[in-house]
């Protein structure tokens, strides 16, 4: 298979092609980030939702990857998000809530990418609307703030609550979590985009890298403006 | 039309037979109350979401009715629920909350419901969760309440905060209200079954009459209790 | 991790927390349950769903639960419900039914949350409405219950009957059991909000952890009265 | 327009081609009617779902038609059943069962239909679940029945009760009454299509006329049977 | 567990109660089986969808079982159905057709509770309509039948070619075989109840039992005439 | 408004830009049509689904456009398929099929963007599955087009069965007309999509117009291979 | 109707209470745009989607307003978002991406939001990938853009390409436009969630309001930074 | 089981029958395929989707075959699809274009059924809209093409950008890959249908097989004009 890696992502849009492992070969994703880190291209090369195999593959190819725990595949196995070639720290920091701990693997995967940007992420875990004062024993971290990302499950509340503590860009993550009828993820994610918060905004089930991507464009809206 | 009346329903299940409008003719209406007022059972008799001719019709054949706005139709026509023959005051009252003004009309259709039973039912509009602390002013209210209605729509997430509030039993009615992704009340519903706050139980859409009953029957608890 | 647990949440809503063990490792489970019983909050400390490792992990830290079947996981593993730290009787009991042998594993679950709550929970199976006869026979035990809790699959309809049955509250459980048209409990769960029977409520699919958690609320309807 | 009429369906099926009115202007109806009339084929003519003006000019083409009324459009505008060349009355008849009064309009297509072909059809309305003594009123006539047709809207319970008190074909036509959670006739559908009583077959929503047309095809399996 | 058998259920139906395996222990299984051969009902005893282990317990504790092959369960294991008391040859025959091969274990349930009744059921299998003409070599026979059964997944389309050409009632299974946009057998439920060929009816997905119990009910019809 | 008209889409992709009325303006209808004739492209412009008022205001700025009726917005008001520019004819024809005469606007919608481009399109209307001799009688001529065009509502089967009666190129357009079970023309979309005849392939609910633009990319097919 | 206004709102979340009209009458729409005028807090006071009795009555109470047209309601009624309390300019503006002209009522109504807030809004309509060169002419100005807005129907595609242009962050809004299978925006709403461009964000359909909000809280990222 | 084989499909249809092999067991696919070229029929015979059992049991009654990797099934298990009698080149290719590595096995089975009748068939992997440069550096493949097949998942926007880049027939296959709100494939389904691109027409979810067959259909309307 000759791969039509995208080297110059980066370049254009601020975030480097990364490699998700699902349906791939282990080979597959071994030369996939061999590949990414040989090019032309800067930046964090990401090998995100690793099985083990897929994992140690990359590694024997590429050393020096940073490992972060990211949840299970549907069978149970344990996944994790891989990094190699980490940015400097910039000095900035999102802000990652979860409603339950069934959230953090998705909570993680954002933390593990906005660290390969060179972003601070501190994950707060378990502040869910069914005990409303855990929220607001975070409202100063909420509102000081520069970026949240709101990860829940079941009904998704916890991302209109968050919006009417702060002035920040908030990211909704859907999570899969939780019985009853939060049908995969689909009940959170139609709660997140109907949120009476306005200003929230919502990106796919469990799409923890997809939340830490809109989470660095909005982190460099800054960058650009330090630089000016 | 030969109706087969439901005389006794109250005997059996504590809730007299109620005539829902919307699909019955104007005389059909009328015919309807008027049975349901000359034959062998007892309780309210209730007409619910009847337009101008039906109540009109209702109120020639049987007058002394009690009339409550309960919002429109699809065409944006005016409905109301009536009441004929309604309890003595229990000294008793339910606590419903709305997230927004928009939910109203079906609060009121609750309020008109529980008020024919004879109990109160305190309508406090606009809580919704976007802003928390509106809620949180309510925070004794709702501690102190015997059950409460949350009539919410787009995401629903008010019946989560609330039902963290209290000790009573919370009956959430999703509305048909909101934009963008409420999808005719189908997110608030699927969120308010998901909710993570154990304890909430849900009626249908819009469904103030449904949740009424529920809480009439739950009232009765307590009445039961009173009379041994 | 550190866990954010919620110990005086019965004090704010008159249940506990529970953990839900899906999702969660041995170790959170076991250190989850430990902390809340270590903690200042007061009340049974549940662990539901639990697999057979998360339960041999939380009763080594924590002995002396009570374990009852809970039917089993998406991979046929069989999962139970812990209880630690149960109320005394409260001399109360709610009825629960279900519509087909197999709902008895959430009729379980509803019934071992009231038994941690000092409530009684008598289960009868197997009343489905393909045979009414079977329902009527239970008439006088419906008619007289403080609360029924009705499990049902496929099309969900003894919901329907026995509402109409009673003037005590009625809690659906939509269950996943069934087929044909089922979808997994979607269809049941439809069919209880739309019930033609007024007063009917609904809890998310096989959720028995959370009408049992209705049900302790409108108990405690009565308890309250008791102490007045 | 050339119009490709079948006119030996009846041949072929038992029951002649009619004409759906949605969608036609008046001008097809009435020359559709009047070709079928004309043609080779035998049998009753039918004219489905009408508006006034399309049952005017089919009536203007070809006079004698019976007119049975049939509900409404989504505008609101009554329709009705129109009926030339009547098969003369077979002695047999089916029973109609309905939950609700408004399901009463789908019924009577149903009935109207199976008049044409000579059939009784006896309408029985308002037997839903709700009360179910009101179900086993009718037990001795349902247990007597050739043909059971069972119109229900919401969640579509009463075909489940009904059909496990006959030996008899029982056909379910779920229709859009209802509200709440009902979602135009999906839910009362699905719930049949589920039912736990084995036997039941389903057709599409509100199609009173395709009940009416399996119903003819049982019956026939009697005139058969007469035949031999 | 003290299960509540319904024996008389053949008396009030025609059809006696059958036990549907899934989600049942093999202990569970064998006690339903037992407890009806014993009990005071007459007519087959049935179970149905039942594993190895599951039919291997019925038969140790109630010899004399005749089993058919129904498939695999969702894991891929070979699931049967097994008949006790089976009733003697009445003569009479349904018509089995099937879409294609992967049809046939629904086909053959179908078939083999037929059989239990005592009627034949011939199955024709791979006759899908997109080659039309395998239909049309089926003609005569389609015709001739007193009662057809059509198995198929996909778009379900042989439902509709098969209702137009024969007097005799038609019912529908849709199965959950096919790819592409067939949805577990959705697509052909929705297809089989939009059918444009008046007078299908059908039952839910993959429900080869609920056809048989609809087609001996139709079946019954000309018995009772015998019997005049 | 300025207007961003692609002038050389005719170019780029072998089909003209064409003005999709609703949602428009008369003016911005009126607009864009004499943007497109004064621009620099060639080829045919068309303006689809116009009401009265949108087709006047173009028309009296642009004379000489032919216009095709093109059934009804959903208030029942007649649209018109407009042409402008048309090409002179091919030679070549597509054949266009419905199942039933609801399905004739769409039809001939196709027919209309068809003929802009020269090609012939005879449409056969009314020969649905049904009477599955109807299509049969037209089989010389579907096996003989170069391209078949299959218009159908409720279930869609015609598609599949068409499909296996010719070598040619097969386009479903699945219809909203239909009811019971047609659910706006998705059951059909799911039934062709999931055809069991291999090739056939699909555009969106009543798209007309998209399966003409599918047919003359077709058809150019053969243009191409003229010219060489 | 005593209002619970959220005076406040704005110096908790940015964003200032704005009034949604729809589901309120003239009179409720003019209490509280006068009521948030005459209250404590500051900033801009909105009110969305008014019909022109909407729009008068509260114009009447309090002049000044500026109006801008928000395409139509379900009825085709005009509908406009009136803002009163304007901010001044800040010198920043986002960049309003539509896919075709259908799409503009949404875009303007983003556009309406941000410059109450005192950022431009700059509009550029009809760049669908249809002609993928449309965007790529934009490209200078998408990859100069703070944030970008990208308003599309149909399937949505858009936020896609234009993602992989820019650096900044892009919120995509799904609209009801468009035919076929568009399901009045879910299928833009799915497209745009399951982008294959990382970092996208979105808001609910036809919800310009909420994705101006969102901007407006990147922006004032931006403004802290100034600040500092 | 006595297959019903169709040997003479290519007679009819232009393509052989081909034997699906998920759900059959090894035996019945090699009988299948022994079977079809022991018959009367011409032209390829292929087994789609087959196991390593499935493919040995048919390679070993019937040697020669070519087999071609096409993903796995739901267990993870290795297909692969395999070919006799494959007919002598063409001359002729269709492009195969997928969005990203995932959508891989998916075209190697358009792939394989194309080569099989002679066609051949470049594949061009990841060329996803994200990096739209990717798709224009293959612009002019894309403009030169006689058929184009798009093969995607996620949102399936690549159908849409290419569609524009040439005047050629583009058949898309939306996959099941991707995440977040991809569902399973429903999601780039819904967006191919509703593509703004004139022209686009659609097949099932992973059906390269279906796409392939649409292709030679296309690909042969070429060839009879070379006979002519």
Same sequence: chains 1, 2, 3, 4, 5, 6, 7, 8.
């Avoid at 990857?65 to 996944?79: F, R």
């Amino acid at each position: 298979m000759d791969l039509r890696l995208d080297h110059l992502r980066r370049e254009r849009t601020g975030l480097a092609e990364a490699v998700y492992a699902p349906g791939k070969t282990p080979t597959q994703c071994a030369t996939a980030v061999a590949g990414l880190l040989a090019g032309p291209g800067s930046g964090p090369v990401l090998l995100t939702r690793a099985t083990a195999a897929q994992a140690a593959a990359a590694m024997a190819d590429s050393p020096g990857a940073v490992s972060i725990p990211a949840g299970e595949d549907d069978s149970g196995a344990p996944l994790s998000t891989l990094t190699w070639r980490t940015l400097p720290p910039t000095g900035r920091a999102a802000l990652v809530l979860t409603a339950g701990t069934s959230d953090l693997p998705v909570a993680r995967e954002a933390a593990a990418v906005l660290a390969a940007y060179g972003h601070g992420a501190e994950v707060v875990a378990d502040v869910g609307v069914a005990g409303v004062h855990r929220v607001l024993e975070q409202q100063d971290r909420i509102a000081a703030a520069d970026v949240v990302v709101v990860v829940a499950g079941m009904e998704g509340a916890l991302a209109s609550v968050v919006t009417g503590l702060t002035h920040a860009p908030v990211i909704a993550v859907p999570t899969s979590t939780g019985y009853g009828a939060g049908f995969a993820g689909v009940t959170a994610l139609l709660g997140m985009m109907a949120s009476c918060s306005p200003g929230v905004t919502v990106v796919g089930i469990d799409n923890g890298f997809g939340a830490a991507c809109a989470a660095v464009r909005i982190l460099a809206v800054r960058d650009d403006q330090g630089a000016r």
